[in-house]
Every structure is written in C-alpha cells, then in structure tokens.
C-alpha cells in the first residue's frame, strides 16, 4: 500500500518513511505542497499524511485543492494544541488528523483506522446491507452514497458516521461509538473530530435535500437521524 507523505521536514519526514516503510507500507516523501497535490491527484497513492505548514502554500491550501478532484484519505500533522487548524483541516475533509511532534507509533495506527474505514469487514452481513432512510441510500460495498439515485460525494470518515446513523434511526447514537465505529478510536476528551465530520454531512445534507433529512443534536450525548 502506498503512502503519500507531504512534509518539509527532511529529517522528521525521512523518519517517518522508514518507520511507515517497516510497519509494510510503501512511503514516498515529498517536500512542497504542490508537489503533494500533483502525488494525491495521481491515483499511485491510497492515503496522503500532510502536514500543515509547507513552504509553498499551507496544507489546508494543499487539501482544498485536493478535495476538489479526489476522495482519497488524508491525516493531517498539526501544531499540538492548535485546534483552530485541526476543526479548519477536519471542516474541509481530512479524514483524522496526529498532533506534531508526533509518535510514529500513533500515526500507522490512525492510518490504519482511515484505512479500515474504506475497505471495512466485507464479511459482516450487515454491512453488506444497503443503508436507506427515505430516498437516501448508502452502499457499504461500492463505498457509494446517492440522494435520489444520484450520487454525492462523502469522505471515508462521513460514510462511516452516515451510515451508523442511518442504521439506528429509532435511537440517539452517542460521540463515543461514532468515533470508535466510524473514526476507528476511542473519543479523546475536547475531541471534536466526530461533531465537525457531523457538520459536514449536515451542510451536505441540507444542499441535496432540502433539510428533508437532517441529523438531530441530543447534547452531551450525540446525534440521531430526523
């Protein structure tokens, strides 16, 4: 599996690589923003690690531009405790984002969750099942979401949420089984990973139909499907 790894820091980059590289990945690291773009765009990659700060745009820049033409994962590095990055990269669809200076560790298992996220557990007969809530339909097998028989784009991390909602419509899911089953790890305290992702699908939601479906806010709890 090939990794696309976008980071100006030689030294931290190169560190990163071999470590990706010995837990079976395939990384290739480049160096500038455009450079990243080119590589996300190219369909060689199935996941992109980008870091916020490039020398040529900024990586929110560099997943704008990305957004528009794929759909392909994206982990963010962020500045520790630099929020307003971390809610800005999430509301324009990175997929999970890894505080710098990072563990290695911690970043091939959030890879791996992103990852698990799109290629999840074919053997489970429920999640063969087609999703439906009105003229809404979410297909876990072709990864396919359509309004009215038309499709609509969501990253991996908004399937997933969509999905666990559209299959308990009669109960409030609560934050903490939307990160574990749809982000793939336990919500950290001041997370807000899962309420930016449902924000997301609501602005999303809201364009395609009219605020005919809409995802309830049952707070301090989580969300439920109206």
């Not at 999970?96 to 091939?108: A, F, G, Q, T």
């Not at 999703?131 to 876990?140: F, K, Q, Y």
């Not at 969509?162 to 089953?181: F, M, N």
Request: proline residues 5%.
């Amino acid at each position: 599996m090939k990794i696309l790894l976008v980071d100006d820091d030689l030294e931290l980059g190169a560190m990163l690589s071999d470590y990706l590289q010995g837990e079976g990945f395939e990384a290739s690291l480049v160096l500038t923003g455009q450079a990243g773009i080119d590589g996300a765009l190219s369909g060689k990659f199935q996941a992109v690690i980008l870091d916020i700060m490039l020398p040529d745009m900024s990586g929110i820049d560099v997943l704008r531009q990305v957004r528009q033409g794929s759909r392909i994962p994206v982990i963010m590095l962020t500045a520790k405790g630099d929020n307003i990055d971390r809610v800005i990269g999430l509301e324009m669809g990175a997929d999970d984002y890894v505080p710098k200076p990072c563990y290695p560790r911690e970043l091939v298992a959030r890879l791996r969750a992103v990852l698990r996220r799109i290629d999840e557990q074919p053997a489970q007969p429920e999640k063969k099942e087609v999703a439906r809530w009105r003229d809404l339909t979410l297909n876990p097998a072709t990864r396919i979401s359509e309004w009215k028989n038309k499709p609509f784009d969501l990253t991996a991390s908004e399937f997933n949420l969509l999905d666990l909602l559209l299959r308990s419509p009669d109960r409030v899911v609560t934050k903490d089984e939307l990160s574990e089953q749809g982000l793939g790890r336990p919500r950290e305290a001041y997370d807000r990973s899962v309420d930016v992702h449902i924000s997301n699908i609501r602005q999303k939601l809201a364009g395609l139909t009219g605020d005919a479906i809409n995802i309830e806010t049952v707070r301090s709890i989580g969300y439920r499907i109206r």
